[in-house]
């Protein structure tokens, strides 16, 4: 992958802007512009499409023994080592990337759905591709954050800095009932490896008041 910019000083937007990875690899602004702090300044708009019921063929809401069903039924297999959290060896849809799935439970309900893509290459060019197809199927992310030092901008670098934490990239898209989609990429304190993200969220509402009642 050609890249070019070195010099570039590192690139931090937020608020409403879309910058696409392979933007932020080659050409950056070295600090963030009028425009974008006018963005940040906004009101969160919500996505344009309805929130997803779920991700990568899992259901928020859905009952432990449930998801069970579907992740076996898809051939992959289970394991909830922890109780409230799960682990499924892949999708129970196609995502067109191998990939494995965590469920959190929420009062017995699944509340975040995380899919794990380790790339075997080409990380900077797969997160774009998932950045452009989320940003197509939803709209313009709500939040974003993009953090590329200059040394991070060739694949070599890039995967360097990702396992580093050196580079930080976070984009979500919010629905005002609550439910949320987040694509990171990075590494967590609970895992060994670095791994691109994409979760999937609804609250759980733990408890229903009787207004007449009260």
């Known amino acids: 992958m050609a890249v070019t910019g070195t010099t570039v000083s590192p690139v931090i937007v937020s608020g409403h802007d879309s910058v696409s990875c392979h933007e932020q690899l080659a050409s950056v602004p070295s600090a963030p512009s009028a425009a974008a702090a006018a963005a940040a300044a906004r009101p969160v708009v919500a996505p344009t499409a309805a929130a997803p019921s779920g991700g990568a063929g899992f259901l928020l809401g859905a009952a432990p023994d449930a998801t069970q069903q579907v992740c076996e039924a898809a051939g992959n297999t289970w394991e909830a080592p922890n109780k409230g959290r ?33 790339p075997t290459s080409e990380w900077s060019g797969t997160f774009s591709e998932l950045k452009g197809k989320l940003t197509e199927k939803y709209g313009a992310p709500s939040e974003s954050q993009a953090v590329v030092p200059p040394v991070c901008r060739s694949e ?15 984009f979500a898209w919010s629905w ?8 990171s990429v990075g590494k967590t304190e609970a895992e060994s490896d670095a ?12 408890v229903a008041a009787n207004a007449s009642a009260l």
């Open 86 to 118: 799960a682990q499924c060896s892949g999708p129970a849809a196609d995502l067109g990337f191998p990939a494995d799935v965590a469920i959190k439970f929420c009062s017995g309900k699944a509340c975040m759905i995380t899919v794990h893509h380790r």
């Open 156 to 170: 070599a670098g890039f995967v360097e800095c990702v396992t580093e934490k050196g580079v930080r990239l976070h």
């Open 176 to 183: 005002p009932t609550g439910e949320r989609v987040i694509l």
């Open 195 to 206: 791994a691109i993200r994409i979760d999937y969220t609804k609250p759980v509402r733990k």
